[in-house]
């Protein structure tokens, strides 16, 4: 051990990185561990009476391959202002694990500047070195935890792929309207407050309320952020507001919540991720085939049916007026007939009294097609009249088509799908008899070993043809039954309206897709999900039309 005269003033360097406690054992993990490293340093200094430890500077939770860390910054900065003229690691990975920056900092920047660097359990000392040989070591060294640094990336990308195939939520903060579950951090439950902001939200979007509205409404109101939630809740964000300034709801902020399908119950993640682990803020988005789509992961806070109207209002021009808070009941939806065009809302007053009606925007503009003017009341009351024809259809087709379900054992088209499936599983066990016959056969010397060969991959290629008909089958079914599913969440979303007196926004964008207008006041109504309605009715007419055949052949 060589003394100095000189006395050091010391900076005593600890750090620690997630990913040391991800891939790290136990007693690893407790050697690296911050205290470990402060009481490493603490003893050591003690037989160095010419060391002086002025401070110790902490990075906790932050990775050795970048030195933009907080606390190493501000040591760097003691360094140039005369402060400190030691540096102590507990080795040299704590100092850092990207090889040519820490032998920058360790043969080039603190030689010139006068600094003695010593790693400890590396048996680094700066003041008796031999400049060639410990070069070459200290390089060794460096290289050495780059490369531990680069495993263990691949390793934490491995790991944190399959949580995300997995279900597990592996990022930092939880979508807005979720929190982190108390018992299992990679798993996410709604959370009571936030989530009822995001009903709020998908809800006014249906009542017509437009994205600034919204964002105006929830300013209004003093409802936080989600930033500024998060803080409130604890968590830490790096934020570029000031402290105490409070953040303001905006219009792309509502949009994010409304397009985000998490609240159905559909976790995403692994959307980005960066080149190699040394490049952390260059940022690559992958394809959408590479992101992990985890369906029915968690409890939704919106139905599905809900966030699918949502997602087709979105697509609709939903600004408004600035004295208007609401669109019109009818904004979006209604189109000219003959040309295309949107129709224009205008307001006129006859004998005092005033008047909404629609006319074709292309007449409005420039006269290239006729008005097709027709008066709001009179447009309301034949949509809700076609409405409540469709929904008493469809409660009609519901009932012919349940009564005839019951009256058979089974639906025909399910039965007829399952004695398929029967057919071929019975061939499959048959071939499976025949090539265990086959193989007796064989071993008693009946048959040569290229005759065997060459039965064996018939029976084979039958089998697997067989197989694939019965997963195909099988995959058949399921979307027959699934159809069923959808059918029913339409009828019932119709059914909701079978007394409705008055059309509001939200049964309007709820039910329907386009409303096309032709001259004489004439209207075609699109409803949402058009073709599946008339295959639904289509199905119920089939089934009258076959029982009054049975009563007619009676």
């Known amino acids: 051990m060589k003394l100095s005269n000189q006395t050091f003033i010391a900076a005593a360097y600890l750090r620690l990185s997630k990913e040391d406690a991800v891939v790290a054992d136990a007693k690893k993990a407790e050697s690296d561990s911050i205290s470990n490293q402060k009481s490493l340093i603490k003893n050591f200094v003690k037989d160095y009476p010419d060391i002086k430890i002025a401070e110790y500077y902490v990075d906790d939770g932050y990775t050795g391959v970048v030195f933009e860390r907080p606390a190493f910054q501000r040591m760097l900065s003691d360094i140039s202002d005369g402060k400190i003229n030691c540096v102590i690691v507990k080795d040299l990975s704590r100092f850092g694990r990207e090889y040519i920056n820490a032998g920058k900092y360790m043969q080039k920047l603190f030689p010139n500047m006068g600094v003695r660097f010593i790693a400890i359990n590396d048996n680094y000392d700066s003041l008796n070195s031999d400049d060639q040989t410990q070069g070459i070591v200290l390089s060794i060294k460096n290289l050495m935890n780059d490369n531990y640094c680069r495993d263990t990336s691949i390793k934490i990308r491995s790991i944190l792929e399959a949580k995300r195939q997995n279900g597990d939520f592996v990022t930092n903060f939880c979508p807005y309207g979720y929190k982190k579950c108390t018992d299992n951090h990679n798993k996410i439950e709604i959370d009571e407050y936030s989530g009822a902001v995001v009903q709020d939200i998908f809800k006014w979007l249906l009542d017509g309320f437009s994205l600034y509205k919204i964002a105006e409404k929830l300013n209004a109101m003093g409802i936080k952020t989600p930033m500024d939630y998060r803080l409130e809740k604890g968590e830490k964000i790096n934020t570029h507001f000031k402290k105490n300034e409070i953040a303001e709801w905006s219009h792309n902020i509502v949009r994010r919540i409304a397009e985000n399908p998490v609240y159905i119950g559909t976790l995403i993640q692994g959307k980005s991720t960066t080149p190699n682990y040394k490049l952390k803020k260059n940022i690559v988005i992958k394809d959408m085939e590479e992101w992990a789509i985890i369906e029915n992961n968690h409890e939704p806070l ?32 209604l189109f000219c007939g003959d040309c295309g065009a949107p129709m224009t809302r205008k307001v006129s007053t006859v004998g005092g009294k005033k008047y909404a009606y629609y006319m074709c925007s292309n007449h409005k503009n420039n006269k290239s097609c006729t008005s097709h003017r027709i008066r709001e009341d009179i447009l309301e009351n034949n949509v809700l009249a076609a409405v409540r024809d469709c929904v008493a259809m469809l409660i009609d087709a519901e009932v012919v088509i349940k009564k005839a379900e019951n009256l058979s054992s089974e639906r025909i088209d399910i039965k007829k799908m399952q004695e398929r499936i029967d057919a071929n599983k019975a061939v499959i066990h048959k071939l499976n008899s025949d090539l265990a016959a086959l193989y007796l056969d064989y071993k008693d010397g009946m048959f040569e070993q290229k005759e065997f060969i060459i039965i064996k991959n018939e029976f084979e290629t039958k089998k697997a043809a067989a197989e694939k008909a019965v997963e195909q089958i099988m995959t058949e079914m399921e979307k027959v039954r699934q159809g069923d599913t959808d059918r029913n969440a339409l009828i019932n979303e119709f059914k909701k309206y079978k007394n409705i007196t008055k059309l509001s926004r939200a049964m309007a964008v709820s039910l329907i897709n386009k409303i096309n207008v032709f001259e004489e006041k004439k209207i075609e109504i699109l409803f949402d999900c058009n073709d599946a309605l008339k295959t639904y009715l289509e199905q119920a007419k089939d089934i009258k039309q076959a029982e009054l055949s049975k009563k007619e052949a009676v």
């Open 302 to 333: 919106i139905d599905e049916r809900i966030f699918y109207v949502v997602q087709r209002l979105l697509r609709l021009d939903m600004r408004t007026s600035p004295k208007q808070d609401k669109l019109y009941t009818f904004s979006g939806l």
